[in-house]
T-cell receptor, first 114, second 112 residues
Framework: ETGVTQTPRHLVMGMTNKKSLKCEQH?????MYWYKQSAKKPLELMFV???????ENNSVPSRFSPECPNSSHLFLHLHTLQPEDSALYLC?????????????FGPGTRLTVT | AQSVTQLGSHVSVSEGALVLLRCNYS??????LFWYVQYPNQGLQLLLK??????LVKGINGFEAEFKKSETSFHLTKPSAHMSDAAEYFC??????????FGTGTSLTVIP
């Protein structure tokens, strides 16, 4: 595997379900990000991890819970979601958050909440 | 506050015609600037970036962009559109600090 991978690519879940999105980067980067991409809206930065420490949480509802067990893996745990949470969830990584290096994106997980 | 404006949420060009996608930013200090492309059902892929130095930046797939400080712009161009260029294009800026700001995207349609 190369670059940034995400699983699953598609996920349909009910509002009472619990599921997790997984992201893995094979680039040796130190920073990882979760974004939400909804139609007709700018990319929304959700969480930022730098060296496995969460450094940013942009007022994201608690029904989204990130986890970064090591610098290569990032999870987004989901529970009791709402239909408006349906979107494409993108994971990204960069060499070092402080140097404004470009971000590399995974293919995304298309989430549908029913 | 930082912002990125992409004029035109939809742009259509004929195959072989010039592609021009506009991006303007607001920042008190010249930021780093990026263009990304997103094909259907895929993530964002970096096309090109400007950090410092030469203001005309060449990227992949024949695209280039020019940083114009006086106009606070970073427009993306390609001399001759190809059918495979049909995609969503995002401009992004990174001012001093640790944040990336993305535009709302421009959907490019290439007409055969």
């Amino acid at each position: 595997e190369t670059g940034v991978t995400q699983t699953p690519r598609h996920l349909v879940m009910g509002m009472t379900n619990k599921k997790s999105l997984k992201c893995e980067q094979h680039l040796g980067h130190n920073a990882m990000y979760w974004y939400k991409q909804s139609a007709k809206k700018p990319l929304e930065l959700m969480f930022v991890y730098s060296l496995e420490e969460r450094v940013e949480n942009n007022s994201v509802p608690s029904r989204f819970s990130p986890e970064c067990p090591n610098s290569s893996h990032l999870f987004l745990h989901l529970h009791t979601l709402q239909p408006e949470d349906s979107a494409l969830y993108l994971c990204a990584s960069s060499q070092d958050r402080r140097t404004r290096a470009e971000q590399y994106f995974g293919p995304g997980t298309r989430l549908t909440v029913t | 506050a930082q912002s990125v404006t992409q004029l035109g949420s939809h742009v259509s060009v004929s195959e072989g015609a010039l592609v021009l996608l506009r991006c303007n930013y607001s920042s008190s200090v010249p930021p780093y600037l990026f263009w990304y492309v997103q094909y259907p059902n895929q993530g964002l892929q970096l096309l090109l970036k400007y950090t410092t130095g030469a203001t005309l930046v060449k990227g992949i797939n024949g695209f280039e962009a020019e940083f114009k400080k006086s106009e606070t712009s970073f427009h993306l161009t390609k001399p001759s559109a190809h059918m495979s260029d049909a995609a969503e294009y995002f401009c992004a800026v990174s001012p001093p600090g640790n944040q990336f700001y993305f535009g709302t995207g421009t959907s490019l349609t290439v007409i055969p």
